[in-house]
């Protein structure tokens, strides 16, 4: 793209596909944040409309149920539930740690009655407390009835944050020709957009969610809001402990039974530097290399053989290690808004001006249970010793 000082003066530019290629470029947490397109991901860019933008919340989370009593009766086993809601008779289950199968006879207000269709181990005993974990619902051939998969029960929301930057040349500069184009309107824009792109990506992270009022301006929550909510995923270590594979599994496993898909660990450098020891012993250098150096980017977990891409964000706190589904994770500008420049040079002046001013928000969608925090670490410098 070639901008001219004529085009500063006159005209508006739209700068975000500049924007979703620099941030796409970008090693920190904001290339895992695409401006969302339509279904296919191949129509227009969805927009929000207004300064506070919600999403609909909604995961094919797995269906379970604890129980806290067991009572035998015959061939009939009578779980107490707090809330039986969703299961219904010929419903399929079984009981966390057993592989025999069970089917709903009846439910009731606190209970849920079933019989033993597949047979378990000799040696399973149930527990008088456990878990139910539901299976599948068996449909009748020709009827009308079947499974409610409708999960959009509820609504988030974040507001948007106006990122501005400037770009100004004196006209002293502009007549100057020399190395380097630091003179050039395009080089500057795309000095400025980088430093857009640093702003919003500081606000992925530590962005606090604050609604617009007459005195205070909006601002997008990021990371650590989204991810530290009450009743969300994390995993607090206590008396310091080195980061593992262990608890990166653990963690995945977290996200994967929310209902999630683990697909990225977030940390910073150092961190990342502890996860590629976890590799060391299998590292080979071939005699000829010019290179030196290793780098661990992608993680294979045993929570299901999820691969986990690692993404480094140097802002994150070293003790911290996130465990994400980023597929929830979008940018998102409000209608006309996006990045783009504004003519500020005024008559008169020596010299010529421009504004960059984009309006954005970001989309962390199933925040509680597809974000799990590790925290509590020992610091990296004293794990790579």
């Given at each position: 793209?070639?901008?001219?000082?004529?085009?500063?003066?006159?005209?508006?530019?739209?700068?975000?596909?500049?924007?979703?290629?620099?941030?796409?470029?970008?090693?920190?947490?904001?290339?895992?944040?695409?401006?969302?397109?339509?279904?296919?991901?191949?129509?227009?860019?969805?927009?929000?409309?207004?300064?506070?933008?919600?999403?609909?919340?909604?995961?094919?989370?797995?269906?379970?149920?604890?129980?806290?009593?067991?009572?035998?009766?015959?061939?009939?086993?009578?779980?107490?539930?707090?809330?039986?809601?969703?299961?219904?008779?010929?419903?399929?289950?079984?009981?966390?740690?057993?592989?025999?199968?069970?089917?709903?006879?009846?439910?009731?207000?606190?209970?849920?009655?079933?019989?033993?269709?597949?047979?378990?181990?000799?040696?399973?005993?149930?527990?008088?407390?456990?878990?139910?974990?539901?299976?599948?619902?068996?449909?009748?051939?020709?009827?009308?009835?079947?499974?409610?998969?409708?999960?959009?029960?509820?609504?988030?929301?974040?507001?948007?944050?106006?990122?501005?930057?400037?770009?100004?040349?004196?006209?002293?500069?502009?007549?100057?020709?020399?190395?380097?184009?630091?003179?050039?309107?395009?080089?500057?824009?795309?000095?400025?957009?980088?430093?857009?792109?640093?702003r919003i990506n500081a606000a992925l992270v530590f962005g606090v969610r604050t609604r617009r009022t007459a005195t205070e301006p909006g601002a997008m929550g990021g990371l650590y809001y989204f991810g530290t909510?009450?009743?969300?995923?994390?995993?607090?270590?206590?008396?310091?402990?080195?980061?593992?594979?262990?608890?990166?599994?653990?963690?995945?496993?977290?996200?994967?039974?929310?209902?999630?898909?683990?697909?990225?660990?977030?940390?910073?450098?150092?961190?990342?530097?502890?996860?590629?020891?976890?590799?060391?012993?299998?590292?080979?250098?071939?005699?000829?290399?010019?290179?030196?150096?290793?780098?661990?980017?992608?993680?294979?977990?045993?929570?299901?053989?999820?691969?986990?891409?690692?993404?480094?964000?140097?802002?994150?706190?070293?003790?911290?290690?996130?465990?994400?589904?980023?597929?929830?994770?979008?940018?998102?500008?409000?209608?006309?808004?996006?990045?783009?420049?504004?003519?500020?040079?005024?008559?008169?002046?020596?010299?010529?001006?421009?504004?960059?001013?984009?309006?954005?928000?970001?989309?962390?969608?199933?925040?509680?249970?597809?974000?799990?925090?590790?925290?509590?670490?020992?610091?990296?410098?004293?794990?790579?010793?």
């Amino acid at each position: 793209m070639t901008v001219s000082t004529n085009d500063l003066l006159n005209v508006r530019i739209d700068l975000s596909d500049v924007l979703s290629w620099r941030a796409a470029q970008t090693p920190r947490l904001i290339r895992l944040f695409p401006t969302r397109r339509g279904p296919g991901e191949g129509g227009p860019k969805r927009v929000a409309t207004a300064t506070e933008h919600f999403w609909l919340e909604g995961l094919d989370a797995p269906k379970t149920k604890s129980y806290s009593a067991l009572a035998e009766s015959g061939s009939e086993s009578t779980f107490t539930v707090t809330d039986p809601n969703g299961w219904a008779p010929g419903d399929l289950f079984h009981i966390l740690g057993d592989h025999g199968v069970m089917r709903v006879a009846s439910v009731s207000a606190s209970t849920i009655v079933a019989v033993r269709v597949a047979g378990s181990d000799a040696a399973f005993l149930a527990p008088d407390e456990g878990t139910l974990v539901f299976d599948s619902r068996p449909i009748q051939e020709g009827s009308a009835s079947g499974e409610n998969f409708f999960m959009q029960s509820q609504a988030e929301s974040n507001c948007t944050q106006i990122f501005r930057g400037d770009v100004a040349l004196t006209g002293t500069a502009e007549a100057v020709s020399q190395a380097g184009m630091e003179n050039a309107i395009t080089t500057q824009l795309e000095y400025a957009t980088d430093a857009i792109v640093r702003r919003i990506n500081a606000a992925l992270v530590f962005g606090v969610r604050t609604r617009r009022t007459a005195t205070e301006p909006g601002a997008m929550g990021g990371l650590y809001y989204f991810g530290t909510q009450t009743g969300g995923l994390a995993r607090p270590q206590t008396g310091t402990p080195p980061l593992s594979m262990a608890l990166i599994n653990r963690a995945a496993q977290d996200v994967l039974d929310a209902g999630c898909l683990p697909d990225t660990i977030v940390c910073g450098a150092g961190q990342a530097q502890v996860i590629s020891t976890f590799m060391a012993s299998q590292v080979q250098v071939p005699q000829n290399s010019r290179e030196a150096g290793r780098f661990v980017d992608s993680f294979v977990t045993s929570a299901g053989g999820a691969t986990m891409k690692v993404v480094v964000e140097p802002s994150i706190p070293d003790t911290d290690v996130w465990v994400c589904d980023s597929r929830g994770f979008a940018l998102v500008p409000l209608a006309g808004r996006a990045l783009h420049t504004e003519p500020a040079s005024t008559p008169g002046v020596d010299g010529r001006r421009a504004i960059l001013l984009g309006e954005y928000t970001a989309e962390f969608k199933n925040a509680k249970q597809a974000l799990c925090r590790i925290s509590g670490l020992r610091a990296s410098s004293e794990v790579l010793v």
